[in-house]
């Protein structure tokens, strides 16, 4: 949970219309409010647990579901070179 994330610089993030998009690898991703929250979080700064935080903050969730979300999030922009543990 202490670990901090970095964006991969060759992915851009946009509002096409009313659609959270997620540019990178010659492809595009389409995020939900949540994916939009969490890449907008990851600054190269705050760690895991700081984001998961932020979550709670933002959502009025529980621990769990913030940590869950975070971490397949995470997962799935590691999965696609989006971020890297810096």
Known sequence: MND???KNIMFRFRIIGN??????NSKTYELNETGKFI???????SSVKDIKEQII?????DDKVAEGDLK???AFLTSINAVKIS
């Open 19 to 24: 659609k959270n998009i997620l540019i990178g």
């Open 57 to 61: 903050n933002e959502y009025h969730c």
């Open 39 to 45: 890449w907008s979080s990851i600054d190269g700064k």
């Open 72 to 74: 397949n999030f995470l």
């Open 4 to 6: 901090i994330y970095k």
